[in-house]
């Protein structure tokens, strides 16, 4: 029997695929608990239309990654952070401050846990920050950390 997953079902696929089980399995199991839809044409039309509009979506994310990427990694954002008499930083500067940083100088939101910094800030000067916009979209931005 051939069927339209509506959920993902161990050992036999994820949402969306379409397999062929056991007329038993298909019919006492996956249909009763609304885990598939038997594979009919319209079903399988729907199933199709929904994979490409999910495909669509998928591209337009990645694209939207790339044009973003592009732009942060022409600017740097500076962080004020308040220093002591040794030199030596009150706190420390990670992701959400420079999240912070984006938001306030070009009302861009990105999420704090998508940004790091590669390598400890321990006075001012210039970092450089990783962010993963997207599965295959990372760029790398620079930071300044000056003195409130």
């Not at 056991?22 to 019919?27: E, L, P, Q, S, V």
């Not at 706190?91 to 390598?119: C, F, P, T, Y």
């Amino acid at each position: 029997m051939k069927v339209i997953l509506q959920e993902d079902v161990k050992k036999v696929g994820a949402k969306g695929d379409i397999v062929e089980v056991a007329d038993g399995y298909g019919r006492n199991y996956l249909l009763p608990r609304k885990l598939a839809v038997e594979a009919n044409v319209a079903n399988l039309h729907t199933a199709k239309t929904n994979a490409e509009n999910k495909a669509r979506r998928a591209q337009q994310e990645a694209d939207e990654a790339k044009l973003l990427g592009a732009q942060l990694e022409k600017i740097s954002v500076r962080i004020p952070i308040k220093i002591g008499k040794d030199g030596k930083l009150f706190g420390s500067v990670g992701g959400g401050d420079v999240a912070k940083a984006l938001k306030k100088d070009r009302n861009l939101n990105i999420d704090k846990r998508k940004i790091s910094i590669s390598e400890e800030v321990t006075g001012i000067g210039t970092y450089e920050a990783v962010i993963k916009l997207h599965a295959e979209t990372v760029i790398k931005m620079k930071v300044e950390v000056v003195e409130a």
